[in-house]
Every structure is written in structure tokens, then in C-alpha cells.
């Protein structure tokens, strides 16, 4: 039986499936496309795609020869690309794999395409990265990290739930480091458990994290921070060369003299005094200016920092709220994290959504740049904007197909109708 008949006779039966077009070639006839470079829509676009990449994207009034491949109507819904969540922490250990699967299976269907894992269990991180990467498994893609922070963060008990038995700080993945570390060696244990990137967490200072970051990089590894690392501040942080600075919350600990003293001191913001650092000081300004001048990214986790019991008066997350938006409107690019991608047991749908809703509604991102911000920006924090985050020919066919138009209202993203991943389609129950 042909896919796009089996696609159409279950389209109201609540089954996950995934299979290859019937044909070489797909197509997504005469779409409303957002593209994710921060585009307007364009109504009327036909995508082509061959096997798992975009062999083409054109005005669907231009003729097209459909002989042997799969053709879809797409009239009135919207294409965008896959999303990403720049912010999640998948698993802690080998924990219950039928419920991990279930986690997965539920980002793609709502969406997201791929994810940056920002610390966990790099041996159960490994094997699930590397089944994702079967465009045929119902999971995001995965990218994940490499974590260093000083000595005295290891007393917290998530490095030891992720420490796969070993102890905390001396495993591969989660090194304590000081001054006198090794540090080519400590990156290259890192790198050699498929790390994409290296986290700077916690209790180190500017110094060592210069040395860290230029060996990072001199190794090929993105480099990936807490936006202050307490007691460095931001702007030590910034100056230092990471590629992407996360919390936006953590920004305020940039006017305080002496500094936070540690990751501990300051947790959730609740040591940090927002008032020595106004949003519109000589202190900030400069910060932020620092980040657009260095091309750092902006990891904001908005979604995290408001799900922590604050109500919306509340000034740590109207402070958040002001920087973010100030950052978007000083130049400095933002990628969607979310800190807590979502469960299926409570969610319905990954929290990438609400994170996204929040950049319109509470930082001024217009929907568009939001959108841009969960998708082409998203796949520059791992370095894979040549082949994801934007629906543009050569790029790898991961997108999401809604059934409205979210350019006028950000909501619609939750809207799925389906989601391609590597050109196999996975319908939304």
C-alpha cells in the first residue's frame, strides 16, 4: 500500500508511524513557508525532497513534473523548520529506557527535530544520539556535552546521579578542574565520549576558563557556558571566547563587588543583588555590547526561570524578562532553551513551545524572530546551521508542517499536523 494512503487512512487514529515516501521524491505542494532565516512567509511554495534532503524550494505556480514522485496538497498549512531546544538535560543515568523512548517519541511529535543536552550521562547520551541519528527512529536528533566546573560544585548531587557509577568529578564527561589540571587531556577524554561541545559550569575563574575554552576549541569542540561561572562574571566569561552563554538570569551577577562567590551562593538568582546591575547601566550596556561584538549567543531559558514558583511581578524574573529583551534589541542572538524539554505524562506538547510564546510575549521578539530563535539559531549553538535550522535546498528535510500560520500568532506552533525528520514523515496523532 502506497504511504500516502496509509498516511490518510490513519490520519485520525492516535499511532505514532513512520515510513519513506512511497516515491524518491516528496513533495509539499503549494505550502505557506517559513523558512527560519527570519523571512517573512511566502504563501505559495512547493518544497521538493529528495531521499532526506531538500532538493528544492520554488514558487509553486511554476510547472512541476510529478511523474513517480509522492505529491501532497499542503494548501492552507504552514511549513516551518524543525525546532530545537538549545536547553535540555535528557536523562541523569540509564534510568527507565521505555519512558526515555516515550520522551523522545514526544519532542518529535511536537516538533523538535533535534536537542542540545547540557549535561547528563554521557554513556546513556551516546547510545541514544546514536539511534536518533536514524532518520527512521521517532527521536530528536541529539547533541550533547562535556562538563568541567570546580572542585567544590561535584558536593551537588546531580553529577553523581550522572556519573554512570564512577565518581563524580573524575569521569570523563565530568571533570573537576583547577588551575593545574591537564587541560588537553581533559578535553580529549571529553571529546571521546561524541561530546559536541564543552559546558563550563560552575566555581571557576576567568582565567581558567580561558584555558579551558581556547583548548575546547583548539580540539574541534564548541564551547558552551553558564553565563556567569561565579565567581568569573559574564563579562569575563564573554571576553573569554565561549560560543554560547546560558540563563539569562545568571547576566545580573555582572555589577556585584565582590562577586558571587560560587554556583551555590547563587542558585535559581536568589543571591544575586539585581540592583547593582540596572538593565539600561553603563554595566550592562557594556556587557551586551560585548556579546553582540563576540557573536555570543544567548541561551535564555526563560521557560525554567519562570516555572520556579515566581509569580510575574516578581523582580528576578522581571529583571530576566527586561535583559532579554534588551539583548534582542541590542543585536545579540538568542537561541530558544528551555531548560526542561517536557514530559508526556503532563505536557502536550515540549515546552519549546512556551519558551518561544514567551520571547513574543514577554521580550518582544515578533513571532518570525522567535520562530528563528527554536530553528536557525538553535542549530548554531552545535555548529550545524550549514545543514539544519532553515528550509533552503541542500539542507537535510527536517520540518514541521501546522495547520495555521504562526507569523500572526506564536501559539500556532502547537498546531501540528505532522513532522518530517530527514524526509520521513511522522504523523501527529
Not at 539569562?248 to 538568582?269: D, F, I, K, Q, T
Not at 508526556?344 to 519549546?352: F, G, R, T, Y
Not at 522567535?370 to 527536517?398: F, L, P, Q
Not at 495547520?403 to 498546531?415: G, L, Q, V
Request: include cysteine; proline fraction near 6%; glycine fraction near 8%.
Amino acid at each position: 500500500m502506497p504511504c500516502y494512503t496509509l498516511l490518510l487512512m490513519t490520519r485520525f487514529i492516535p499511532l505514532l508511524f513512520a515510513c519513506a515516501a512511497s516515491a524518491q521524491v516528496l513533495v509539499l505542494n503549494d505550502v505557506n513557508l517559513i523558512d527560519g532565516t527570519g523571512a517573512a512567509a511566502r504563501p505559495h511554495m512547493r518544497i521538493v525532497i529528495q531521499g532526506e534532503r531538500i532538493a528544492a524550494v520554488e514558487d509553486a505556480s511554476k510547472g512541476f513534473l510529478s511523474t513517480g514522485a509522492d505529491v501532497r496538497d499542503m494548501k492552507g498549512m504552514t511549513v516551518i523548520p524543525g525546532l530545537m531546544d538549545a536547553h535540555v538535560h535528557l536523562t541523569s543515568g540509564p534510568g527507565d529506557q521505555e519512558q526515555i523512548a516515550k520522551t523522545l517519541r514526544f519532542g518529535l511529535l511536537g516538533g523538535v527535530t533535534s536537542v542540545r543536552d547540557m549535561g547528563g550521562d554521557n554513556i546513556v547520551l551516546a547510545a541514544l544520539a546514536k539511534k536518533a541519528a536514524d532518520n527512521n527512529q521517532a527521536a530528536p536528533r541529539i547533541y550533547y556535552s562535556t562538563l568541567v566546573a570546580g572542585p567544590q560544585w561535584f558536593a551537588d548531587p546531580r553529577p553523581k546521579a550522572s556519573s554512570h557509577g564512577g565518581v563524580a568529578g573524575e569521569v570523563a564527561w565530568m571533570r573537576a578542574i583547577t588551575p593545574q589540571s591537564d587541560f588537553p587531556a581533559v578535553i580529549a577524554a571529553g571529546k571521546a565520549t561524541g561530546a559536541t561541545g564543552l559546558k563550563i559550569y560552575a566555581d571557576l575563574d576567568a582565567d581558567t576558563i580561558m584555558k579551558v575554552t581556547a583548548e575546547a576549541h583548539k580540539q574541534g569542540l564548541k564551547v558552551w557556558a553558564h553565563s556567569s561561572v561565579f565567581p568569573a562574571k559574564p563579562s569575563e566569561v564573554i571576553v573569554d571566547r565561549v560560543d554560547v552563554v546560558s540563563h539569562s538570569v545568571y547576566l545580573g551577577a555582572e555589577g556585584m563587588n565582590p562577586p558571587v562567590p560560587s554556583y551555590e551562593a547563587a542558585r535559581r538568582g536568589q543571591g544575586i543583588d539585581y540592583s547593582k546591575s540596572p538593565i539600561n547601566s553603563i554595566t550592562m550596556l557594556t556587557v551586551l555590547r560585548l556579546m553582540e561584538d563576540m557573536g555570543t549567543i544567548l541561551d535564555e531559558t526563560l521557560f525554567v526561570t519562570n516555572a520556579s514558583k515566581r509569580g510575574d511581578d516578581d523582580p528576578i524574573w522581571l529583571w530576566t524578562v527586561a535583559i532579554t529583551r534588551k539583548a534582542h534589541h541590542d543585536g545579540v542572538p538568542l537561541a530558544a532553551g528551555t531548560d526542561s524539554f517536557g514530559s508526556p505524562n503532563k505536557d502536550a506538547e515540549p515546552n519549546i513551545h512556551r519558551e518561544m510564546e514567551l520571547l513574543v510575549e514577554q521580550c518582544g521578539l515578533t513571532p518570525i524572530e522567535a520562530i528563528r530563535a527554536a530553528t536557525y539559531n538553535g542549530a548554531r549553538t552545535v555548529g550545524m546551521e550549514k545543514s539544519y535550522g532553515t528550509v533552503e535546498a541542500g539542507k537535510i528535510a527536517d520540518l514541521v508542517i501546522l495547520r495555521d500560520d504562526p507569523s500572526t500568532d506564536i501559539k500556532r506552533t502547537r498546531d501540528i499536523f505532522a513532522v518530517i525528520k530527514g524526509g520521513i514523515i511522522y504523523q501527529r496523532p
